[in-house]
């Protein structure tokens, strides 16, 4: 564990670019910890990161940009990322980070539309991907994979970033953030650094931060949630960050170095929860390092056996709301206001409403400081389309308001499945119930054009393997494990019991066991795990389409299994 023995002064609430920041942190934090890698000895004070950025802001100018140009940065979750990100902001060039994980065809797709002048490389990556034919032509390109390993000496940068701070343009286009695309083609939204610092002064403000934090950052900072909820966040208190590039590796790295807060997704939290409840983790505490005050989950509402799985370990799981275009943080909820479902107050600034319209009733309505100044909408040209700042956002997410102001979201405006019979239901609803059983890994309901919604399940290797030693199935490989007809029973009787509370026109009739997880490479979910219906559906498209003829397999290399729940009313015996 890093020793640290003095507190930042908190950031100037007068900071209208994140430059002001860097600098607050140079002056008072120069000496605690900034960035470390808990597998190397890489371990970067705010001094010398600081001092790093400038140097690869200096390499920006020198290859020709300036301020305004459009740069695409791409590089791993690494602490040179982290540099690049902090040179782009010095520099006054505009960031388009690509998120790693994302296939070539999505990142050559995406520099064609965002038409940058140069790249940032950083951490190793290589452009070779993206220098095939049909790529804009670009001026120039900027390798930031091996920055300048030596040391700062406190106030030796003091005139360079006093110099960029008076140049820095609060108002200005600072960087674009790219929507996840799980309702179609990302978006590009246009960004200032006077709303990213208020966004992140207003996230910062909900939680208690002590001298020595540290946080775990293990979400690709390309993505808007971990760009401000980590880094940006760890700006303004000059707190640490614990960066792990390899997701297989985080329970060891908490343990190298203690975290006291995890910024995740509900799948992160979900996994953790089902090596507790499998006995492979009998001290969550313990397994995160043993400081861990408060867990922050966005992007996707929480299964309710993992916020209580939580809870019985003693560990404070939360949840928070956002939109890339809103800045990104909505609400987050903390551990002193926190209830089941709820997604939190609104950050310091941050207007909500429900939308009473009849065409658009239940939509939640958002008015905030760090909106998007800009769209780039691939359907709309190459472009930026102008935001109003001071309107409403309409975000398209359906919720609701308790009466103490907290937000609940309960789907998309424009989520429903018509079925052939004419009927629509809400697919988010039905998804949420069934993850509430733990053999049910993930989930989508799918339907368009069917008598009946159908469910494509990828079950949990753990919850089956053990179903088949109990039920005393014996099968020589996966695909024969999920046909089995007695596994194929037991889930049917347990989703049919999840269901219950479900009106019965909603209700799932039939399910899939897939044999792979809906992953990015299939393109079939965000990097940030969140899933792509309308992509999952048309996948499984002759398999749905089977169903709706009655026939209970595909021919074929098809890695799933059909099966039929209970008749409603049935009153089946769980198998436990």
């Not at 208020?198 to 900072?221: G, M, T």
């Not at 983790?281 to 509402?301: M, T």
């Not at 009733?361 to 909408?377: E, H, I, N």
């Not at 424009?414 to 119930?433: C, N, Q, R, Y």
Request: hydrophobic share 45%.
């Amino acid at each position: 564990m890093m020793r640290v023995d003095e507190a930042p002064q908190p950031a100037a609430a007068k900071a209208a670019t994140l430059v002001d920041l860097l600098v607050d942190r140079y002056q008072d934090s120069f000496s605690r910890p900034a960035v470390v890698d808990p597998f190397s000895d890489r371990r970067l004070c705010w001094g010398d990161l600081i001092h790093q950025a400038l140097a690869a802001a200096e390499q920006l100018e020198a290859a020709g940009l300036r301020p305004g140009d459009r740069v695409v940065h791409l590089g791993p979750h690494a602490t040179d990322w982290i540099i690049g990100d902090l040179a782009c902001l010095l520099a006054g060039v505009v960031q388009v980070a690509l998120h790693a994980d994302a296939s070539q065809a999505d990142q050559r797709e995406q520099v064609q539309f965002f038409q940058p002048r140069g790249f940032l490389v950083s951490g190793g990556a290589s452009l070779r991907p993206l220098s095939q034919a049909g790529l804009p032509t670009v001026s120039v390109v900027v390798d930031w994979s091996n920055p300048a390993a030596q040391a700062a000496s406190a106030g030796s940068q003091t005139e360079p970033l006093f110099r960029r701070q008076a140049a820095a343009v609060a108002d200005a286009p600072a960087t674009i953030l790219i929507s996840s695309g799980t309702t179609g083609r990302p978006k590009g939204f246009v960004h200032t650094q006077r709303a990213l610092v208020s966004n992140a002064l207003a996230a910062a403000a909900e939680f208690l931060d002590e001298p020595d934090d540290v946080r775990l950052a293990w979400l690709p900072q390309s993505h808007a949630l971990a760009r401000v909820g980590d880094l940006y966040t760890a700006v303004v208190r000059g707190g640490c960050l614990s960066v792990v590039g390899d997701r297989l590796k985080i329970v060891e790295a908490c343990r190298r170095l203690p975290p006291a807060v995890i910024l995740g997704v509900p799948v992160f939290f979900d996994r953790l929860a089902a090596a507790v409840e499998a006995g492979r983790i009998p001290h969550l505490a313990a397994a995160l390092g043993g400081r861990v005050r408060v867990c922050v989950s966005g992007g996707a509402s929480l299964r309710r056996r993992t916020v209580a799985t939580f809870g019985r370990q003693g560990i404070p799981l939360v949840e928070g709301y956002g939109l890339a275009e809103a800045g990104p943080v909505v609400t987050v909820s903390n551990p002193r206001i926190t209830r089941p479902g709820a997604a939190g107050l609104p950050l310091a600034g941050i207007e909500l409403a429900i939308d009473q319209r009849p065409a658009s009733r239940g939509q939640v309505l958002v008015r905030t400081p760090s909106r998007a100044v800009a769209v780039m909408d691939p359907a709309r040209g190459s472009e930026p389309q102008p935001m109003d700042a001071t309107d409403w956002l309409e975000t398209g997410d359906r919720g609701s308001l308790d009466d103490d102001g907290q937000l609940r979201i309960t789907g998309r405006l424009d989520d429903v499945l018509p079925l052939s019979t004419g009927m629509k239901i809400p697919p988010a609803a039905v998804e949420a119930a069934l993850l509430e059983e733990p053999g049910v890994a993930q989930v989508c309901v799918a339907g368009v054009g069917l008598p009946w919604p159908v469910a494509l399940i990828v079950p949990d290797p753990v919850v089956v393997r053990r179903m088949l030693k109990r039920l005393r199935c014996r099968v020589w490989s996966r695909r024969q494990a999920l046909a089995h007809r007695r596994l194929l029973d037991w889930f049917s009787r347990r989703l049919a019991a999840r269901q219950q509370e479900l009106p019965r026109t909603w209700q799932i009739r039939r399910f899939v066991l897939v044999g792979r997880p809906f992953d990015a490479a299939h393109g079939e979910a965000t990097e940030s795990f969140k899933l792509k219906r309308h992509v999952i559906a048309s996948h499984f498209a002759p398999l749905l389409q089977s169903l709706c003829r009655n026939r209970s397999r595909i021919p074929g290399r098809t890695a799933a299994t059909t099966g039929c729940l209970l008749p409603s009313g049935s009153q089946p015996r769980h198998l436990r």
